[in-house]
């Protein structure tokens, strides 16, 4: 193992090492957890069942957009303001070509304001996959993209004004967002819209939590595509980071409970270790 | 090949960046570095699609009548003509000093941050109107959110240690340190593993919806 350890430290006289191997327990756990995910995917194409808890919010989607039908109305879908290299900001394209094909099943309106160009690119492609889907390629509204700003309050008007302008029945807000979140929930309210957000931003999921319907919380965010499409790959998928959460908890316990028990001083009851340790 | 390609470039991209991460061995870091420059190159390029899609469709409202088509014409002007100054002033045309950002900066200080400013003051009333909408006691959750709003509210002042007689302070220190933190690091864990597998999944190929088929 030292050998090994060594090898890995010298690449060569005077070069950079082949493995930081301080790195080496972070390495052992995304392994470990792309083999779970492999397992739990090979396991669901099998057939095994693995279900998923109703969410209320996922549920609400085809209610929104239903709402958005009824009354002539269009659906505003905003995609966070986080750049194309963020994993929300990707998942949220994916969940874009879902709404984008109900929409176009439906015969509504889609808009989709963006920040980044990058991301615009993304969302023309999604929406307009989402419309092929449905099969309706002629449902495709190239300006029901639009790109509005890359300074987040400009956006943030520009997404303001298109709830109080155009008046959404629908918003849906998915995605990687910042302070402007609040201004955003709480315009879209007062302009009559069923709101449905969606982050795994903890610190404005708060806000969200307040001013919107339904609220899509963290690991829920990424549950989304596989809750619509129960495709087995998404679903091994789920499957996996909760197999991987449990780990995570047992091995949390257990380490509490050794460090506890090493950590007593003499004289101390076990009460009053745990009292000095995490009073 | 037109899917395959698209594909084999993410998956190799992918675990070059991430293998990156890993390894401090030069040539690793020097792909790394390579890649990155690229993106950074693409990312530039990209803001002129951002700047024709916002000039095409302010333009078509322009020139259809549309009810907002004076806004629209404003923000062409600003836009262009802020990128009109910021270029004159590089190369030092129409008598300006090259280098000069004056009325570059004069114009980002004078507009752009007080607007930026003014959306977000408008947290503060927003805050309170969401608050007043949703702080009431119409189920155990939604009395569980009053409660914990009414503790931190009175823990932040000092008002609430003199009402609460210091009790306040140390509600809110439990509260934030022990209940809040600890469902923040539940949240963040699972939003981390689910980072992780989205991000695994397109590494290696096999989430492919966000491209075209």
Same mark, same amino acid.
């Given at each position: 193992?030292?050998?090994?350890?060594?090898?890995?430290?010298?690449?060569?006289?005077?070069?950079?090492?082949?493995?930081?191997?301080?790195?080496?327990?972070?390495?052992?756990?995304?392994?470990?957890?792309?083999?779970?995910?492999?397992?739990?995917?090979?396991?669901?194409?099998? %057939?095994?069942?693995?279900?998923?808890?109703?969410?209320?919010?996922?549920?609400?989607?085809?209610?929104?957009?239903?709402?958005?039908?009824?009354?002539?109305?269009?659906?505003?879908?905003?995609? %966070?303001?986080?750049?194309?290299?963020?994993?929300?900001? $990707?998942?949220?394209?994916?969940?874009?070509?879902?709404?984008?094909?109900? /929409?176009?099943?439906?015969?509504?309106?889609?808009?989709?304001?963006?920040?980044?160009?990058?991301?615009?690119?993304?969302?023309?492609?999604?929406?307009?996959?989402?419309?092929?889907?449905?099969?309706?390629?002629?449902?495709?509204?190239?300006?029901?993209?639009?790109?509005?700003?890359?300074?987040?309050?400009?956006?943030?008007?520009?997404?303001?004004?298109?709830?109080?302008?155009?008046?959404?029945?629908?918003? $849906?807000?998915?995605?990687?967002?910042?302070?402007?979140?609040?201004?955003?929930?709480?315009?879209?309210?007062?302009?009559?819209?069923?709101?449905?957000?969606?982050?795994?931003?903890?610190?404005?999921?708060?806000?969200?939590?307040?001013?919107?319907?339904?609220?899509?919380?963290?690991?829920?965010?990424?549950?989304? /595509?596989?809750?619509?499409?129960?495709?087995?790959?998404?679903?091994?998928?789920?499957?996996?980071?909760?197999?991987?959460?449990?780990?995570?908890?047992?091995?949390?316990?257990?380490?509490?409970?050794?460090? /506890?028990?090493?950590?007593?001083?003499?004289?101390?009851?076990?009460?009053?270790?745990?009292?000095?340790?995490?009073? | 090949?037109?899917?395959?390609?698209?594909?084999?470039?993410?998956?190799?991209?992918?675990?070059?960046?991430?293998?990156?991460?890993?390894?401090?061995?030069?040539?690793?870091?020097?792909?790394?570095?390579?890649?990155?420059?690229?993106?950074?190159?693409?990312?530039?390029?990209?803001?002129?699609?951002?700047?024709?899609?916002?000039?095409?469709?302010?333009?078509?409202?322009?020139?259809?009548?549309?009810?907002?088509?004076?806004?629209?014409?404003?923000?062409?002007?600003? +836009?262009?003509?802020?990128?009109?100054?910021?270029?004159?002033?590089?190369?030092?045309?129409?008598?300006?000093?090259?280098?000069?950002? +004056?009325?570059?900066?004069?114009?980002?200080?004078?507009?752009?941050?007080?607007?930026?400013?003014?959306?977000?003051?408008?947290?503060?009333?927003?805050?309170?109107?969401?608050?007043?909408?949703?702080?009431?006691?119409?189920?155990?959750?939604?009395?569980? +959110?009053?409660?914990?709003?009414?503790?931190?509210?009175?823990?932040?002042?000092?008002?609430?240690?003199?009402?609460?007689?210091?009790?306040?302070?140390?509600?809110?220190?439990?509260?934030?340190?022990?209940?809040?933190?600890?469902?923040?690091?539940? $949240?963040?864990?699972?939003?981390?593993?689910?980072?992780?597998?989205?991000?695994?999944?397109?590494?290696?190929?096999?989430?492919?919806?966000?491209?075209?088929?």
């Amino acid at each position: 193992m030292e050998a090994f350890v060594s090898f890995l430290d010298s690449a060569g006289e005077g070069m950079a090492p082949w493995i930081d191997t301080g790195k080496f327990p972070t390495l052992v756990a995304i392994l470990a957890y792309a083999a779970v995910m492999f397992v739990s995917q090979a396991a669901a194409k099998r %057939g095994v069942h693995i279900p998923i808890r109703r969410i209320a919010g996922l549920d609400a989607l085809d209610e929104a957009i239903g709402r958005s039908t009824e009354m002539g109305r269009p659906v505003l879908y905003v995609p %966070g303001i986080d750049e194309i290299k963020e994993i929300q900001t $990707i998942y949220s394209m994916m969940i874009l070509r879902h709404v984008a094909r109900k /929409t176009a099943e439906y015969g509504t309106d889609l808009i989709v304001p963006v920040k980044d160009s990058v991301v615009m690119a993304f969302a023309e492609e999604a929406v307009k996959q989402g419309c092929q889907d449905a099969g309706r390629p002629d449902a495709f509204i190239a300006d029901n993209v639009r790109y509005l700003s890359n300074e987040q309050f400009a956006f943030c008007a520009g997404v303001a004004g298109i709830m109080n302008r155009e008046r959404p029945a629908a918003n $849906i807000m998915l995605g990687m967002f910042f302070a402007e979140s609040l201004i955003l929930a709480e315009t879209g309210y007062e302009s009559g819209a069923i709101q449905v957000a969606g982050t795994a931003k903890q610190h404005q999921l708060p806000f969200f939590v307040a001013a919107c319907d339904y609220t899509i919380i963290g690991e829920e965010y990424f549950a989304v /595509t596989a809750y619509l499409t129960r495709e087995p790959g998404l679903l091994g998928t789920i499957r996996a980071a909760d197999v991987i959460k449990g780990i995570a908890i047992a091995l949390l316990l257990v380490g509490v409970a050794l460090a /506890t028990y090493f950590a007593d001083v003499e004289g101390e009851t076990w009460f009053t270790t745990f009292q000095r340790l995490y009073g | 090949m037109k899917r395959e390609i698209p594909i084999l470039l993410t998956v190799l991209c992918g675990l070059a960046i991430t293998w990156a991460f890993f390894s401090p061995y030069g040539p690793s870091q020097a792909v790394n570095d390579e890649l990155l420059a690229w993106g950074t190159v693409l990312f530039s390029v990209a803001f002129l699609l951002g700047i024709g899609n916002l000039v095409r469709i302010s333009l078509k409202q322009i020139s259809s009548g549309h009810p907002d088509r004076y806004y629209k014409a404003l923000l062409l002007l600003m +836009l262009f003509g802020y990128l009109g100054v910021g270029i004159s002033e590089i190369h030092g045309w129409f008598g300006i000093t090259e280098g000069d950002n +004056l009325r570059r900066d004069w114009i980002y200080n004078r507009i752009f941050q007080p607007l930026q400013a003014t959306m977000f003051s408008l947290l503060a009333f927003y805050i309170a109107s969401a608050a007043f909408r949703a702080f009431r006691a119409r189920s155990m959750e939604a009395t569980l +959110l009053l409660v914990a709003g009414a503790i931190v509210m009175l823990g932040q002042v000092p008002l609430g240690d003199q009402i609460t007689g210091g009790l306040a302070s140390r509600w809110l220190a439990f509260l934030m340190s022990y209940i809040n933190a600890a469902g923040q690091k539940a $949240i963040i864990v699972g939003a981390a593993l689910g980072t992780l597998a989205t991000g695994l999944r397109i590494v290696l190929g096999l989430e492919r919806s966000y491209l075209s088929e």
